[in-house]
């Protein structure tokens, strides 16, 4: 069985850091893209980040938040990680990593098909 547990989140303050990491287990996800979405109260779910499954992969960033995370990933330990600097109340948000596999656009939601329970992460102003 498929699962994907992300940890790491948390309240923070602005300007603080936190790296959040996604595990996934039941199969391996090596040459899948995994990404970042994020869902704010009252919001739809957005797109943060992502990582192409090859090692060294390519890497995409929403504009909001380009220049402050950095996406990156173990295959050998099946996990991608999401470090985030310079946090803003902005960012406050529950954190979805999740598996693309469907061949769409890296940033639509819809080509993702596994997804972790999230991981709620607060930035106090």
């Known amino acids: 069985q498929v699962q994907l547990v992300e940890s790491g989140g948390g309240l923070v303050q602005a300007g603080a850091s936190l790296r959040l990491s996604c595990a996934a287990s039941g199969r391996t996800f090596v040459g899948y893209t995994m990404g970042w979405f994020r869902q704010a109260p009252g919001k739809e779910r957005e797109f943060v980040s992502a990582?192409?499954?090859?090692?060294?992969?390519?890497?995409y960033y929403a504009d909001s938040v380009k220049g402050r995370f950095t996406i990156s990933r173990d295959n050998a330990q099946n996990t991608v990680y999401l470090q985030m600097n310079s946090l803003k109340p902005e960012d406050t948000a529950v954190y979805y990593c999740a598996v693309r596999a469907r061949p769409v656009s890296v940033d639509d939601s819809r080509g993702y098909d596994y997804w972790g329970p999230g991981t709620q992460v607060t930035v106090s102003s």
């Open positions: 990582v192409m499954g090859s090692s060294g992969g390519r890497t």
